[in-house]
């Protein structure tokens, strides 16, 4: 049984990641009895044929963008979408009760009117039944990497912002009757995390009983915090997408 409700921007969300790739092996016909070495009756050694190896491009719904060089964004600052935001969250290494810096680009790529399909067989499916679901993805970019001991990249929030400007809801995730994040219900296939670039791209549903979804805000706050705007340099001067 699955269950979820909405929250207002200023309560809370988080995320989970979906990973999808493929590959293909290929094998040139050739004798079935034939050994990968051979000789020929003049005794010299054919040359042997490798096993040819193809590897299929991975179909993802929303590719990742190129965020180009690190910048400082300052607070305040109106981006558009697809635009990455520059700043400085914080992780904490496992085994260390001290948290450290870590420099993040972070975009809210697109905007995208869902199916109420998404809560169709949820037991509270009633609770949604006013609301529009929006498809948020979201990318994550880490220049100089994780820190030492940081495994989980760390994702700050964006939340969903109407047209005047104003918080949405969204779908939150529930552990144990308290929020644990935003649910990642999108359906999408998307890269997730990739430790080659260091990028991570998820996917979170806002909604909306009062009109579309067409932007979103960082407002230094995480998925977590159950009273937003409390960030001392971001909570009075969002970064916002639109």
Do not use: K
Request: glycine residues 12%; charged residues 20%; aromatic residues 8%.
């Amino acid at each position: 049984m699955r269950t979820s409700r909405h929250l207002t921007v200023a309560a809370l969300l988080g995320a989970s990641l979906v990973l999808a790739g493929c590959s293909n092996d290929t094998t040139p016909d050739g004798d079935g009895d034939a050994s990968p070495e051979s000789t020929s009756e003049a005794g010299t050694e054919e040359p042997t044929t490798e096993e040819a190896t193809t590897e299929e491009t991975p179909d993802f719904d929303v590719a990742a963008v190129d965020f180009g060089a690190a910048g400082t964004t300052e607070p305040g600052t109106t981006v558009p979408l697809g635009s990455p935001a520059w700043v400085v969250t914080s992780a904490s290494p496992e085994g260390s009760s001290e948290p450290v810096d870590v420099n993040i680009g972070l975009s809210l790529l697109q905007v995208t009117e869902g199916s109420t399909d998404i809560w169709a067989d949820w037991d509270n499916a009633d609770e949604f039944a006013a609301f529009t679901p929006y498809l948020m993805v979201l990318q994550y970019a880490y220049p100089d990497g994780l820190p030492e001991g940081v495994d989980e990249p760390p994702a700050p929030a964006i939340f969903p912002l109407l047209e005047d400007g104003s918080g949405a809801s969204f779908i939150e995730a529930q552990n144990f009757g308290l929020g644990s994040g935003a649910s990642d219900e999108c359906g999408y296939t998307l890269q997730g995390w990739d430790p080659e670039t260091n990028t991570l791209v998820m996917c979170v549903v806002g909604l909306s009983d009062a009109g579309p979804i067409t932007g979103g805000l960082f407002n230094g706050d995480s998925w977590s915090g159950f009273v937003q705007g409390l960030d001392a340099v971001y909570g009075d001067n969002p970064i916002i997408w639109e």
